[in-house]
């Protein structure tokens, strides 16, 4: 029998108490960064918004998290607008489908489509970023597969922060953190997994970059808390790039949870953050010489 059907009682049965739920998460996000430049816009048919310096010929390609059911670029702009003031670097932050309306592999369609419409924009292609959070650090994973696997030109580099990435919620920390995580926690993750993937296999490549082949990809950094259920995603992620000889840095935090780098006043976020805006610059500027 199904964990929901198991468990009539199960915190957000309906899609609509899952995505109150995740808007109460992303209200900690706090304020947008002043000054921050914002613009709606689309690449191609896809929706977003972008955010911070106009003109730069580097950018990055940002997914933010949700579980694939909830978020958008507008809940996310605190966080992304810190990434961009911390590297310098825009950002285009992808509107991409939600489930249960457009289920996978809807959302790493539009990735893909995005990417390729900012190829057409004459953007090298090494000078591109793709980054993300949660469901959207995995997402921008499964997107440099797809990009791997359709010939296309690799981006300079590929950041996620405190990733999901295997769908299937195989990893130890999933039990292990469960107390620890003040923020997410199993059966968000599951009934999320559930609207998404409806009846695709959760080992899917293109749905748990976890089990993917990382060969060929461009440099990979992920930052995860020690204390958060999705610590193991992020280290799955490292040794798929590891075992590829694809240069890797995975950063775990220790004693902090998901997303910590949205608590701005924590000397990790800001350890954080300058170390991921370093590698974007780094990675950007120096594939794209």
């Given at each position: 029998m199904a964990f929901w059907q198991q468990n009539p009682q199960a915190k957000h049965q309906t899609i609509e108490e899952l995505r109150g739920?995740?808007?109460?998460?992303?209200?900690?996000?706090?304020?947008?960064?002043?000054?921050?430049?914002?613009?709606?816009?689309?690449?191609?048919?896809?929706?977003?918004?972008?955010?911070?310096?106009?003109?730069?010929?580097?950018?990055?390609?940002?997914?933010?998290?949700?579980?694939?059911?909830?978020?958008?670029?507008?809940?996310?702009?605190?966080?992304?607008?810190?990434?961009?003031?911390?590297?310098?670097?825009?950002?285009?932050?992808?509107?991409?489908?939600?489930?249960?309306?457009?289920?996978?592999?809807?959302?790493?369609?539009?990735?893909?489509?995005?990417?390729?419409?900012?190829?057409?924009?004459?953007?090298?292609?090494?000078?591109?970023?793709?980054?993300?959070?949660?469901?959207?650090?995995?997402?921008?994973?499964?997107?440099?597969?797809?990009?791997?696997?359709?010939?296309?030109?690799m981006p300079g580099g590929v950041v996620a922060l405190s990733p999901w990435a295997d769908l299937s919620l195989s990893g130890l920390s999933m039990l292990s953190n469960r107390k620890s995580d003040t923020v997410l926690d199993w059966e968000t993750l599951f009934l999320s997994a559930r609207h998404y993937l409806r009846k695709s296999n959760p080992c899917d490549a293109y749905?748990?970059?976890?089990?993917?082949?990382?060969?060929?990809?461009?440099?990979?950094?992920?930052?995860?808390?020690?204390?958060?259920?999705?610590?193991?995603?992020a280290s799955k992620l490292g040794d798929r790039a590891a075992a590829a000889n694809v240069p890797v840095s995975v950063e775990i935090y220790d004693g902090m949870g998901h997303l910590f780098q949205v608590e701005s006043g924590r000397n990790e976020a800001k350890v954080s953050l300058s170390r991921l805006a370093q590698f974007i610059r780094a990675k950007s500027a120096v594939m794209a010489a």
């Amino acid at each position: 029998m199904a964990f929901w059907q198991q468990n009539p009682q199960a915190k957000h049965q309906t899609i609509e108490e899952l995505r109150g739920h995740y808007a109460a998460l992303f209200a900690r996000f706090g304020a947008v960064p002043a000054g921050l430049d914002v613009t709606q816009g689309k690449l191609g048919a896809i929706p977003g918004e972008w955010v911070g310096p106009s003109g730069n010929s580097r950018i990055i390609l940002y997914f933010h998290g949700g579980g694939y059911v909830a978020g958008s670029p507008e809940s996310h702009r605190p966080l992304i607008g810190r990434l961009v003031d911390a590297s310098g670097v825009g950002a285009f932050s992808v509107g991409y489908r939600l489930a249960p309306e457009c289920f996978f592999p809807a959302a790493v369609r539009d990735g893909i489509d995005a990417y390729r419409a900012l190829l057409g924009k004459g953007v090298s292609a090494s000078s591109v970023i793709l980054a993300g959070d949660e469901a959207g650090g995995g997402l921008a994973f499964a997107v440099v597969l797809a990009i791997r696997n359709a010939g296309l030109d690799m981006p300079g580099g590929v950041v996620a922060l405190s990733p999901w990435a295997d769908l299937s919620l195989s990893g130890l920390s999933m039990l292990s953190n469960r107390k620890s995580d003040t923020v997410l926690d199993w059966e968000t993750l599951f009934l999320s997994a559930r609207h998404y993937l409806r009846k695709s296999n959760p080992c899917d490549a293109y749905a748990s970059p976890a089990y993917a082949s990382f060969t060929g990809f461009p440099p990979v950094m992920v930052h995860a808390g020690s204390g958060e259920i999705l610590r193991d995603d992020a280290s799955k992620l490292g040794d798929r790039a590891a075992a590829a000889n694809v240069p890797v840095s995975v950063e775990i935090y220790d004693g902090m949870g998901h997303l910590f780098q949205v608590e701005s006043g924590r000397n990790e976020a800001k350890v954080s953050l300058s170390r991921l805006a370093q590698f974007i610059r780094a990675k950007s500027a120096v594939m794209a010489a």
